[in-house]
């Protein structure tokens, strides 16, 4: 085993143990979770060796980096999640290799994504990104629909051919009633679920968690973390 694929495998681990303490704590069963892990800056071949360790699930923030990556990893048996905010000139490109977009926001947004998807005959998972600090009919600071537009985005995205509502993602805001209150937030998430699910029953896809917060966001209920640092380490330049 190379120093490298000991060092993830360490990582991983210390992870699982994570997601395991949060699912017993909350009475969950393990399998309920799934780990996303963000490889974001890193290179391809991190991502070979989490997938012989056993990662399924990968999330990618910037085209310009997943695209090329996504290419050189086709052969493995990966999930590849689209994470970040994402702009209508991206779409084509992204949906060369993305299965899952989690940052829909937007009804010009879901009509590229439908476009590309429709000329490509293929079917895209779609989370809306939900921003719990936007003003009413307004966007948060890191992207993200207020949660007074999600019902109507949610019919525009299952009317849509060639798009799959999958359900909900959010980041912690660092601004706003719920900054510094994590748990507080995931459960918001998961009340605007519940209310989302009433009319899309099958959305029931609820990403939320990252490194820091994941055991509160476990917790609170998520089906999907997502999890970079750690997993491959503090990214060159965060300190």
């Given at each position: 085993?190379?120093?490298?694929?000991?060092?993830?495998?360490?990582?991983?681990?210390?992870?699982?143990?994570?997601?395991?303490?949060?699912?017993?704590?909350?009475?969950?069963?393990?399998?309920?979770?799934?780990?996303?892990?963000?490889?974001?800056?890193?290179?391809?071949?991190?991502?070979?060796i989490?997938?012989?360790?056993?990662?399924?699930?990968?999330?990618?923030?910037?085209?310009?980096?997943?695209?090329?990556?996504?290419?050189?990893?086709?052969?493995?048996?990966?999930?590849?999640?689209?994470?970040?905010?994402?702009q209508?000139?991206?779409?084509?490109?992204?949906?060369?290799?993305?299965?899952?977009?989690?940052?829909?926001?937007?009804?010009?947004?879901?009509?590229?994504?439908?476009?590309?998807?429709?000329?490509r005959?293929?079917?895209?998972?779609?989370?809306?990104?939900?921003?719990?600090?936007?003003d009413?009919g307004?966007?948060?600071?890191?992207?993200?629909?207020?949660?007074?537009?999600?019902?109507?985005?949610?019919?525009?995205?299952?009317?849509?051919?060639g798009?799959?509502?999958?359900?909900?993602?959010?980041?912690?805001?660092?601004?706003?009633?719920?900054?510094?209150?994590?748990?507080?937030?995931?459960?918001?998430?998961?009340?605007?679920?519940?209310?989302?699910?009433?009319?899309?029953?099958a959305?029931?896809?609820?990403?939320?968690?990252?490194?820091?917060?994941?055991?509160?966001?476990?917790?609170?209920?998520?089906?999907?973390?997502?999890?970079?640092?750690?997993?491959?380490?503090?990214?060159?330049?965060?300190?």
């Amino acid at each position: 085993m190379t120093d490298r694929k000991h060092e993830l495998a360490g990582n991983l681990a210390k992870v699982e143990e994570r997601i395991v303490a949060a699912c017993a704590a909350a009475g969950r069963k393990r399998e309920e979770v799934t780990l996303i892990v963000v490889t974001k800056t890193y290179p391809a071949s991190d991502v070979r060796i989490l997938s012989e360790l056993g990662v399924r699930h990968v999330a990618e923030n910037r085209d310009q980096d997943a695209a090329p990556k996504a290419a050189e990893c086709a052969d493995l048996p990966l999930t590849w999640h689209f994470v970040g905010q994402l702009q209508t000139n991206k779409v084509r490109s992204v949906l060369g290799y993305a299965d899952v977009v989690q940052s829909v926001d937007r009804a010009r947004l879901v009509g590229a994504l439908s476009k590309e998807a429709v000329r490509r005959e293929r079917e895209l998972g779609c989370l809306i990104q939900v921003a719990l600090d936007a003003d009413e009919g307004g966007r948060g600071q890191r992207g993200g629909v207020g949660p007074d537009g999600i019902e109507e985005l949610g019919d525009i995205v299952s009317r849509s051919e060639g798009l799959r509502l999958d359900g909900l993602m959010t980041v912690a805001p660092l601004t706003g009633p719920y900054a510094g209150r994590e748990q507080a937030a995931f459960e918001r998430l998961m009340d605007l679920s519940t209310a989302l699910r009433r009319s899309h029953p099958a959305a029931n896809m609820v990403s939320a968690g990252m490194s820091a917060d994941l055991d509160e966001a476990v917790a609170a209920g998520a089906t999907h973390v997502r999890v970079g640092t750690a997993v491959l380490g503090v990214r060159a330049g965060l300190g």
